[in-house]
Structure formats: C-alpha cells, structure tokens
C-alpha cells in the first residue's frame, strides 16, 4: 500500500530539548510539507521540498530545520527556539510540487512540550 | 498575505444537508480544495474544483465556486454521522488552508 507514514503518533519532550519528526512516504512523490494544526486555526505552512537536497521556508519556518536527503523521507527538527512548539504537525506530500497537485497527508503527530 | 477564511462551527441534523462557506483572496487560485480531517488523524482530501468551474458534483458532495465573489462552498447532501468532522478549504497555489469547519451531525 502507498502513502504517508509520520512517526510517533505522540511526542512529548521536556522544554529546551531539541526533537525530530518522522515523515515517510513511498509515492514516489518529489514534494514535501511540513504544517503546523493549532486548535481554531487553519495548517500554517513550516517547510516544503519541490526536490531532494532542496528545501524552502513556508510562512512560519523560524524554530524548525528540515533535511531532504532521500526522495522518501522528510525529517522535521523542532529546535528549543520555537518558542510555543505545542502542536499538531502534518507531513504532506503531491506528485510534483506545482500549485495544481494534491497533497496527499500523513496521519499526523502531536507534539507536547512539558 | 493571502487568505482563507471558513465559519467555524456547523451543527445540522442527520438526513439534512450541510453547507460549509469558504472565502478566499487570492484571484489567480488554479484549484481550490475541500478536506475532511477526523479526530485525530490527518487530512484526507474530499473533493477539488478548477477555477473555471462553477460547480462540481461528486455523489453526495456539491461544491459551488463563484469566481467574482471568491466564495466556494461544499453542500453535503444527507448528512449523516459518520460525517462529524473538520473541513477545511484550501487554497493550494498559495498553500494556504482555512482554519476549519467543524461539522457536528445531530441524531
């Protein structure tokens, strides 16, 4: 079966630590994205990736880092400088990148930060 | 920036139709999109429309695009409970969603 798999499910991290979000997917898709879910609010755009080894900031890309070494996976760092990291993260992924392709979402991971 | 903007809250009983309301600003979107998103888990994409379409039908779902007011809206017909969930339109040139209607189904 295709698709989108994001690791863990549930995340909890102590203040000041750094952490790393999983998101895989076996589409063979080029682009990938990384969003944030707050509650009442819309996905704000973190990261995406049109291509391997290419990666560019979205709306609200301060406190995060990505890598894009392997076409499959799109890693996503959540660094002690977010300051409210608190969230629901969503990893999506389209054919191309290009503003017509769907993106296809992986199940999500909520992040804590006691 | 560019906007979408969704009420966001939607209470209907079983077996009538919903209508959920979406704004946008961006005038040069090439598709704009409706996903479902039950608790929890991630989105699922419901349905799209071209912007040169003013309507598109997809079994239950109508979804109504009038390019000069930048409204689109998504009718579900027969709702039912299994239909209780958030949705959200998005506008993918910008990749900017709305922040979600959440639909409650009444029995």
């Known amino acids: 079966d295709g698709g989108i798999t994001q690791s863990p499910k549930y995340l909890f991290r102590k203040e000041g630590q750094n952490v790393t979000l999983s998101c895989e997917q076996n589409?063979?898709?080029?682009?990938m994205y990384w969003y944030r879910q707050d509650p009442g609010q819309g996905l704000r755009l973190i990261y995406y990736s049109q291509i391997v080894n290419d990666f560019q900031k979205g709306d609200i890309a301060e406190g995060y880092s990505v890598s894009r070494e392997k076409k499959e996976s799109f890693p996503l760092t959540v660094t002690s400088a977010q300051k409210n990291p608190t969230a629901f993260y969503l990893c999506a992924s389209s054919i191309a990148g290009i503003s017509t392709d769907t993106q296809y979402f992986g199940p999500g991971t909520r992040l804590t930060v006691l | 920036g560019e906007d979408v903007e969704q009420s966001l809250f939607l209470s209907v009983r079983e077996g009538d139709s919903s209508v959920i309301n979406c704004t946008y600003t961006?005038?040069?979107?090439?598709?704009l999109y409706w996903y479902k998103q039950e608790p929890g888990a991630g989105l699922q994409l419901l349905t799209y429309?071209?912007?040169?379409?003013d309507m598109k039908q997809d079994q239950r779902l109508t979804v109504l695009l009038n390019k000069k007011d930048k409204h689109l809206s998504l009718r579900i017909a027969e709702t039912q409970t299994g239909d209780s969930a958030i949705y959200f339109c998005?506008?993918?040139?910008?990749?900017?969603f709305g922040s979600g209607t959440q639909l409650t189904v009444l029995p």
């Open positions: 998005a506008d993918s040139r910008q990749l900017t």
């Open positions: 961006d005038s040069s979107s090439t598709y």
């Open positions: 429309i071209f912007s040169n379409m």
């Open positions: 589409l063979n898709h080029d682009a």
